[in-house]
């Protein structure tokens, strides 16, 4: 009942006619900004944060600005994912497995429209989950220390194996490879710089947005180039655009699986959106009658990972509320905003400021109920995108690149650095290596070996550490299992066939 | 696509027209969230407020290398640039110190001056058996692998030096034993203190505040010169027999090829924000204490504090 009585102050305080617009233009934006290869919500609710100022907004109708652009680009992700083939943004990334694949099939625009409902219950379940369980939540953090999160990281790369391609061993080339570009930069733990060359850009290491947009999107150009615009990625066959609603019925229990999955990487400070989508495909492949339809166009191998990556921002958001802890890029962003407005998040928010929670709260879910309204209708538009020939979209996307990763520092190092990711991506494309693992690999290797690390410095070096939580040996298990059980249960599978593009 | 790309296009143009009716620029060498981004777009907004100067500072961020790309943007490219300032603080002399920025060195800008620090604090989750500094420094007396601290910064940053200065004061000359892992931020330094991973945590007073009234946190010191006014309940390390006074202060420097006066305006500026009601409030809100040191000042303060950083950096190893 409280509850209740909560969420009518933060209706009262969010549903205004300035604050609806505001959540309109919001969505409109972060939609574009998800869509756009190279600028993610992250830097987009960056990027924006100056304009609310400009704008003299207060507390709230910034937040509602600013979330609204995050859950937008949250959405708007997944449109380049599956017409270009390029992910809008690092949290999309697993969408590109099954989206594209089912617009070439003739099924973008169902592929847009399940994605889109995908998201909404997502982040609408996640944001639910947000109300009812963020206090009970925020004591998770707690009980995760260095050697529970080696073991959480580890659990993602050993379900690694199963990843689109026929040939395990170019999974696991790919995912080193990654590896080995997350150790350049400062090491956490000795303070050292590695693999630097005493470059000061490398200091920080390879932002993986820079390795994203180099590896999909101007690795596409070099394919174009080559191929002289003939049998290029881009240009798929149109259909008419529909409501696919027997495939929304199909994927109902996937996507609330990839909700609740989603929703616990999400609030794992550290773990993020990119996790949850990952975690909930792969999940949701393992558990299919038919996983070797994945990565193929299957409608579920769609709108898990959707539903994951925006019930996981919406779960990010319970750690950056009640401990100040940021969950993700996106939210460590919209931390900074709150302590610019002088709300300093942490255990006593909820008590505190009721009305910048709650109006928070009411925001998410009214830039859900926007986005989705907004997303249908605007499928066709995003549709249309594909009739523009290939010769005009590709240098627009090229052009986009450059300013979106010129945009994250500033620096020309960047635009190299992304052109070198391209042609490392055409390389990869030509030893039909997935490109997938590589940026997984960049994401998740650095948190993975500073949990190690630290879990060493922790345990002086001993090794019994890893296993001495209940938690960590769960992990553990599961860990060994997601690496094993596919060896075995190949022989009764039947054998994935290779996946081209 | 036409939408989309108008849209875009829009989107770029509005931004690229905010920044022309600017007239200084201040770089955070950060993204947007941290202290330095904070420094620039407060004081910036301030100094605006406050007519100190005629037209709204711009606030750029230029991350990179811990402050280092900044820092050597600056000194390469815009040695020259008088309507430039840039967010500095304890780090940013801290990896000075340790010769962090690929060889640049301290005296290759101004230090215009710090006008607020969020004093350093030595933290114990609430169940903790620790009561004060003396039980804290005797435990790592008695045995040096039983407290480990986590902290913000890396290993060597300031949050590190922290505990290694009160630990030599107290003749503890084994530092190189104490461990510290450098986690993503003191909020996150201090859930894995609470939940029991590490012992102790070490970092601003800014980042433990929230915790502080949830209870689930005790304080053993804070390292300023007197108690930090609204936090009167809790004692110095002076008072406890270790004199340490380590704030991350908050401050600006400018490029080094600007004439004196010029230098002298800025240190004017900065002066009238200090002085300012907007100011003070703005750190009553952000748990900044005062700690107001402008112009020649200033720059003495950073000679000493770079110095003495880097004995200590040598004692732990983390430099040669």
Not at chain 1, 125 to 130: E, F, N, P, V
Not at chain 2, 15 to 24: E, K, L, P, R
Not at chain 2, 225 to 246: H, L, M, N, S, Y
């Amino acid at each position: 009942m409280e509850t209740l009585t909560n969420l009518a102050l933060g209706f009262s305080v969010a549903l205004t006619p300035f604050t609806l617009m505001l959540a309109i233009i919001g969505c409109f934006l972060g939609t574009i900004i998800g869509a756009l290869p190279g600028l993610g919500p992250s830097n987009g609710v960056a990027i924006l944060i100056p304009i609310t100022f400009t704008l003299g907004l207060d507390a709230t109708s910034a937040l509602v600005l600013m979330t609204s652009v995050y859950y937008g680009a949250m959405y708007g992700g997944r449109i380049s994912s599956i017409l270009l083939n390029i992910p809008g943004d690092e949290p999309a990334l697993m969408t590109t497995l099954d989206g594209y694949p089912m617009a070439k099939q003739g099924k973008a625009s169902d592929a847009l429209v399940l994605s889109g409902v995908a998201s909404f219950v997502g982040a609408f379940l996640a944001t639910i989950g947000l109300i009812i369980l963020a206090p009970l939540l925020a004591r998770v953090a707690y009980l995760f220390g260095p050697a529970e999160y080696f073991a959480l990281y580890l659990l993602a790369f050993c379900t690694l194996g199963g990843m689109a391609s026929n040939n395990q061993a170019k999974s696991a080339i790919a995912a080193c490879l990654g590896l080995g570009i997350a150790m350049i930069g400062l090491d956490n733990t000795s303070g050292m710089p590695r693999f630097t060359y005493g470059n000061l850009h490398l200091m920080d290491g390879v932002d993986f947005l820079v390795a994203i947009v180099g590896l999909f999107a101007i690795a596409e150009v070099f394919f174009f180039i080559e191929s002289h615009g003939k049998n290029t990625a881009l240009g798929v066959r149109l259909e008419k655009v529909t409501i696919p609603f027997k495939m929304i019925m199909d994927s109902f229990w996937t996507m609330i699986r990839s909700t609740i999955i989603g929703f616990f990487a999400g609030v794992l400070p550290g773990a993020g959106a990119s996790l949850g989508s990952f975690m909930a495909y792969m999940a949701q492949k393992a558990i299919a009658k038919d996983p070797e339809t994945y990565g193929k166009g299957n409608p579920r191998g769609v709108a898990a990972p959707e539903a994951g990556n925006n019930a996981a921002a919406g779960g990010a958001l319970v750690p950056m509320l009640t401990l100040g802890v940021p969950g993700s890029g996106t939210t460590a962003v919209l931390l900074a905003l709150l302590m610019t407005l002088n709300i300093t998040p942490g255990p006593t928010l909820f008590a505190d400021r009721p009305e910048v929670v709650w109006g928070l709260i009411a925001s998410l879910l009214i830039s859900n109920v926007v986005l989705l309204i907004m997303n249908v209708p605007l499928v066709k538009i995003f549709v249309y995108v594909l009739q523009v020939p290939p010769w005009v979209l590709l240098p627009g996307v090229t052009m986009i690149s450059f300013v979106g990763i010129y945009s994250l520092s500033g620096s020309y190092f960047d635009l190299l650095l992304m052109v070198g990711f391209g042609v490392l991506g055409y390389f990869l494309r030509k030893l039909d290596i997935p490109t997938v693992p590589v940026i997984l690999g960049i994401l998740l290797g650095n948190q993975m070996e500073d949990s190690l690390r630290r879990a060493m410095v922790l345990s002086d070096g001993d090794w019994a550490f890893l296993f001495s939580t209940p938690i960590a040996i769960g992990l553990w298990i599961a860990a060994i299992g997601g690496f094993i059980a596919p060896m075995f249960l190949r022989k009764v599978l039947k054998k994935p066939q290779a996946i081209t593009d | 696509m036409k939408l989309i790309k108008k849209t875009a296009l829009g989107a770029i143009l509005s931004i690229g027209m905010f920044s022309t009716a600017y007239a200084a620029e201040c770089i955070a060498p950060a993204n947007p969230g941290g202290g330095w981004d904070f420094t620039c777009r407060q004081i910036g907004k301030i100094m605006y407020d406050i007519k100190a100067v005629d037209k709204p500072i711009q606030v750029t961020n230029m991350a990179g290398a811990g402050g280092g790309l900044a820092y050597s943007t600056v000194v390469n490219e815009r040695n020259n640039d008088e309507d430039l300032i840039i967010a500095a603080s304890s780090a940013t002399t801290t990896r000075l110190a340790q010769n962090a920025y690929g060889g640049a060195t301290a005296d290759q800008v101004r230090f215009v001056g710090a006008i607020g620090a969020d004093p350093g604090v030595i933290v114990v989750a609430a169940d903790s058996e620790l009561q004060n500094l003396t039980d804290l420094v005797d435990a790592i007396k008695a045995n040096p692998g039983s407290v480990a601290f986590a902290g913000g910064s890396a290993v060597g940053g300031f949050d590190h030096l922290k505990p290694l200065m009160i630990l030599q004061r107290a003749g503890f000359t084994d530092i190189t034993k104490v461990k510290y892992i450098g986690v993503d931020g003191g909020a996150d330094a201090i859930t894995q203190t609470i939940g029991g991973f590490t012992q102790a945590m070490t970092g601003d007073m800014s980042e433990i505040v929230g915790f502080l009234k949830s209870g689930d946190i005790r304080v053993l010191a804070v390292l300023t010169e007197d108690r930090v006014p609204g936090f009167e309940d809790i004692p110095t390390a002076k008072e406890q027999g270790f004199d340490v006074v380590a704030v991350n202060w908050r401050g600006l420097y400018i490029p080094k090829g600007v004439s004196d006066e010029v230098f002298n305006t800025w240190a004017d500026r900065l002066a009238k924000v200090a002085a300012s009601d907007e100011w003070k409030q703005a750190m009553v809100d952000n748990g900044l204490a005062p700690f107001t040191k402008v112009g020649g000042d200033f720059q003495s303060y950073v000679d000493g504090l770079v110095a003495e950083v880097r004995q200590l950096s040598k004692d732990i190893g983390v430099i040669q």
